[in-house]
C-alpha cells in the first residue's frame, strides 16, 4: 500500500512513523508513506495557503489553490487510484469497520486539515470522503491522519508477527477485547484464571468469548447493537 499524506507539518510525523510497527512495515516493503508540504504550492513568497473566511466569522480557512496544486501534483507519483480522505471533525468517525475498509485500497491520499477547517470546493473537487476519528477539535488534522495510518497499517498482511493478532483485538468482531494475562502466575496475590491454565482450549475460547461479552455489556454497552456481537 501507498500512503500519502498532504499537511502544512510535515515534521510531526517523523518520530511516530519511525517506531515499532509502523517502521517494521515500511522496512519490509508493506507500506510506502510519503509525506507532501502543502505550504510548498503556496503562490506567494510568504507560503500563505490561509484566509478569512467569506461572510465573516473567526479564524481562517484553507484556501483551494494550493491544496489542489499539491494534491495534483502528489496524485501524479504513482499510477494507483487514490481514495482521497479529509481529515475533519465533520467527517464519518472513524472506526474498526472503516480501518479494515481502508486496508483493503491500495493507495490512500490523507489531506490534513488546519485552521477553520477547508474551502468547502476542496471537499468538492477532489471526491474526497470525510473522516474523524471522534467528536472533539483538535489543533490540526495531523494527529488523526497518524490514527488513521497506524490503525490501517496494523491491518495489512505481514505487518504484525502474527496476522490473527488483529482479528482477536477490540472491536475486530464488534465487541472488546478479553482480558490478558502472562507470567508470573501469581503477582500480588493476583492470580491468572485457572480455566487459562488449563489447556482445554474450546473451555478457554468460550471463556474469552464470555468475557468479550461482559466487558462490552459494562463498559460499551453501544456496541451491543451492532449485528457481528451476536
Request: aromatic share 8%; charged share 30%; hydrophobic share 35%.
Amino acid at each position: 500500500m501507498r500512503i500519502d499524506v498532504l499537511t502544512l507539518f510535515p515534521e510531526m510525523f517523523e518520530s511516530p512513523l519511525n517506531y515499532s510497527i509502523l517502521k517494521r512495515a515500511k522496512e519490509k516493503g508493506i507500506v510506502e508513506i510519503v509525506l507532501t508540504n502543502i505550504r510548498d504550492f503556496a503562490a506567494d513568497k510568504y507560503k500563505k495557503v490561509d484566509d478569512a473566511p467569506y461572510g465573516g466569522g473567526p479564524g481562517m480557512v484553507m484556501m483551494c489553490k494550493p491544496v489542489y496544486d499539491c494534491f495534483e501534483h502528489v496524485e501524479k507519483l504513482s499510477p494507483e487510484k487514490a481514495k482521497v480522505l479529509l481529515l475533519t471533525p465533520q467527517g464519518q468517525k472513524f472506526d474498526q469497520k472503516k480501518a479494515v475498509e481502508l486496508s483493503k485500497e491500495k493507495r490512500l491520499i490523507l489531506i490534513s486539515g488546519h485552521y477553520e477547517g477547508f474551502d468547502e470546493r476542496i471537499r468538492i473537487g477532489l471526491n474526497a470522503d470525510q473522516i474523524s476519528i471522534g467528536d472533539y477539535v483538535l489543533s490540526g488534522g495531523e494527529l488523526a491522519a497518524m490514527v488513521v495510518i497506524d490503525a490501517v497499517v496494523k491491518l495489512l498482511a505481514g505487518s504484525l508477527g502474527d496476522d490473527n493478532s488483529s482479528k482477536e483485538e477490540s472491536f475486530s468482531e464488534g465487541l472488546l477485547e478479553y482480558p490478558q494475562y502472562t507470567r508470573p502466575e501469581i503477582f500480588r496475590d493476583m492470580k491468572v484464571p485457572d480455566i487459562l491454565l488449563s489447556g482445554d482450549h474450546k473451555k478457554i475460547a468460550d471463556w474469552r468469548r464470555q468475557q468479550s461479552l461482559e466487558r462490552t455489556k459494562q463498559w460499551r454497552p453501544d456496541l451491543l447493537n451492532n449485528p457481528s456481537a451476536e
